[in-house]
């Protein structure tokens, strides 16, 4: 029987060579006369080790990372394809501290099997989930989840079963589900990850929100910058279609986006689903009474989704005994910016931020000191090393002005000038803003022009008075959280690192390489 | 190319929300959308000219000009800044000889800024027509300037 290595092929490890090194170890296995198949698994999420090989040996599987493809004919030649010794050897990965720390339910998969096999997907846990909802009536699936305490996880937090409940009661013959894949939030990946690595985990989950809501469509609405992502979720469908698993009852259509962030909203995703500008719509009516096309439904992130089967396969009680206060479960945090260990790292709610960046990340891959670190995307505030003992959890990081949004978090050493970053907030919301509401539309330009004031040092104390009365009005004004949390980075950078406000210290000129205005010409329209 | 055009047209006549898919079945197929054909895109979906207008101008993914030969999307969102994105960023600009968010003169080449790979743990990051790129100083940078300039 041939040896398998797995070579991941998805996004993390393609971009740093990994087809490369796929290529090579087959000519090398050639050349040494050794029966090997090469099984592209998605990456376990510990980018740092990408591209990670691993050989199934007597001794289980090995691993060997990060491997450059100018490394393979050195590991083959020291003997890799029967787990022998070299630098760069592992050993058993998932012993390794980085995962064995983490509680992977939504992740159990992620890297162990092949993406695209049934049988490996049933082998290891899969379709149990969808089995069980299916015996069970759909009111009695939609009262396990919210007996779950699963909330959205694309940032807003809303109890999932309570939309799920409250579609499936909606009046009207048509509904749909849609799942949010349009991760915009820059330092985030997980549901990148999720659909390269177990695709067919996150349809699980949708056929089961289909199955409850009473749904015959669904929509998985996917960021063009994801091509990989896009490629694997079709082929993943394909496989399902030929095995006769979907198409009839329930049918999945994939969608891909066009390089809108505010799409990442879900009443602009909606618009961009229906065919229009990707413009927010005012609430009410919400989604789930009026939403695609007019009829009810359910919006759901990928997370979010993808965490359904577990429960359903397990039950609430084994979803809801992880997490902290009304944060159940788990979250897939996202590791990265300056850290030496970044990637996905799936843990209950609870854990402190200061142990995600200094013991999970090991601190910065500069090995200069931590300065700030932004969590929860571009609209998620900066927190200084003072709060560090911040329990990740949605209350806890709100009830110190910040946010936990979709779980990333980004790390920046001492090099970072926090009134730039404040101005980047800003340039950020006026390339991205769709335009329809005037605090976000004029408020984000204007807050770039008072940025750059104070970068050059004109009227200083005034200015940021005037951005305290912009990001009021921002807050209290934009329809949505484009333009009403971008006062999040702004203000946290200015309460918590005041002293790069301050004149004297300020960079003479505005940055370089502002190339987010001329990103989208139409915003400044 | 106008009957192939047409056969994509069709294939998404009856599709509820087509305008999105239609759009990048067309640009997949030729690159950009052909303006002179707005029209009979418009018709086709029973939608105004103005609306197919406002969605392709709306969207950084659309355009109405073919493209450059090699379109680097080099992120420049917080992850990768922390990682060194604006470094990157100026060798790129010199060593390929246009500012961000160009197409050079010889239209070989154009660079332009993007928000998140999903690269984050690993920047600076790019998107390289389509194909990612991660880890991106030193000599795999400059390896991504000889490759684009060859």
């Known amino acids: ?525 | 190319m106008s009957s192939d055009l047409d056969t994509i047209i069709d294939r998404h006549r009856d599709q509820p929300g087509a305008l999105l898919p239609l759009l990048h079945d067309i640009q997949h197929a030729f690159g950009y959308v052909p303006p002179d054909r707005i029209a009979d895109i418009a018709a086709a979906l029973n939608i105004s000219q103005a609306e197919t207008h406002g969605v392709i101008s709306f969207y950084t993914d659309f355009r109405t000009s073919p493209p450059a030969r090699t379109v680097v999307k080099l992120c420049m969102a917080e992850a990768c800044q922390a990682r060194g994105a604006e470094a990157a960023a100026e060798t790129l600009c010199a060593g390929l000889g246009l500012p961000m968010g160009e197409t050079r003169a010889d239209g070989r080449v154009a660079l332009e800024p993007a928000y998140c790979l999903g690269l984050c743990a690993s920047g600076p990051a790019a998107l390289v027509d389509e194909r990612p790129l991660a880890r991106l100083s030193g000599a795999r940078l400059e390896a991504l300037i000889a490759k684009v300039q060859s």
Not at chain 1, 371 to 378: H, I, L, N, S
């Open chain 1, 1 to 525: 029987m041939s040896r398998r290595v797995f070579v991941p092929g998805d996004t993390a490890a393609v971009a740093v060579g990994a087809d490369e090194v796929a290529a090579a170890l087959a000519k090398a296995a050639q050349l040494a006369g050794r029966d090997i198949e090469i099984v592209r698994n998605g990456s376990r999420g510990a980018f740092h080790l990408e591209t990670l090989v691993e050989v199934e040996t007597d001794q289980g599987r090995i691993g060997y990372g990060p491997v450059d493809p100018a490394d393979v004919d050195g590991l083959v030649a020291a003997g890799l394809f029967d787990g022998a010794a070299h630098p760069l050897r592992l050993g058993d990965v998932g012993a390794l501290p980085f995962f064995s720390r983490q509680t992977r339910l939504t992740f159990a998969r992620a890297g162990i099997t092949d993406p695209l096999s049934l049988s490996d997907y049933a082998a290891h846990g899969g379709v149990a989930g969808l089995e069980a909802a299916l015996k069970l009536p759909p009111e009695k699936v939609i009262e396990i989840v919210k007996a779950s305490g699963l909330r959205g996880l694309g940032g807003a937090g809303f109890p999932a079963g309570v939309k799920w409940e409250t579609v499936r009661a909606a009046p009207g013959e048509t509904k749909y589900v849609v799942c949010n894949a349009d991760e915009g939030d820059s330092g985030t990946f997980a549901d990148r990850l999720l659909m390269e690595a177990d695709p067919f985990l996150l349809i699980e989950g949708l056929v089961i929100a289909a199955y409850a809501v009473g749904a015959r469509l669904g929509y998985i609405y996917v960021r063009s910058e994801y091509p990989l992502a896009i490629r694997m979720l079709n082929r993943a469908l394909e496989v399902l279609r030929r095995a006769g698993a979907i198409g009839t009852g329930i049918d999945i259509e994939i969608r891909v986006g066009a390089g809108a962030y505010v799409c990442g909203e879900e009443t602009a995703l909606l618009e961009s689903l229906e065919g229009r500008r990707g413009q927010v719509r005012a609430k009410p009516p919400l989604p789930a009474h009026k939403g695609l096309f007019g009829c009810p439904t359910v919006v759901n992130n990928v997370l979010t989704l993808a965490a359904v089967p577990f429960i359903l396969a397990h039950g609430a009680e084994a979803f809801r005994d992880f997490g902290l206060g009304r944060s159940r479960g788990t979250m897939p945090i996202q590791l990265g910016g300056d850290l030496k260990q970044g990637g996905v790292f799936e843990t209950p709610f609870g854990i402190t931020l200061g142990e995600l960046v200094d013991d999970i990340g090991g601190g910065t891959a500069s090995g200069r000191p931590v300065r700030a670190v932004q969590v929860g995307g571009p609209l998620g505030a900066y927190f200084p090393r003072s709060l560090f003992d911040t329990p990740f959890d949605f209350e806890a990081f709100a009830a110190r002005g910040g946010m936990i949004g979709h779980g990333g978090v980004v790390v920046f050493n001492d090099t970072v000038q926090m009134a730039r970053q404040a101005r980047f907030a800003f340039e950020f919301c006026a390339a991205e803003s769709c335009g329809k509401c005037t605090p976000c539309r004029i408020g984000a330009v204007r807050g770039v022009e008072t940025m750059d004031k104070i970068l050059n040092g004109q009227r200083v104390a005034a200015n940021l008075e005037l951005m305290e009365d912009l990001c009021d009005t921002m807050r209290q004004g934009s329809l949505c959280a484009l333009g009403g949390f971008t006062p999040y980075p702004v203000r946290s950078a200015i309460e918590h690192f005041p002293e790069d406000f301050k004149a004297p210290t300020l960079a003479p000129q505005v940055p370089k390489n502002s190339g987010a205005a001329k990103a989208a010409p139409e915003a400044a329209e």
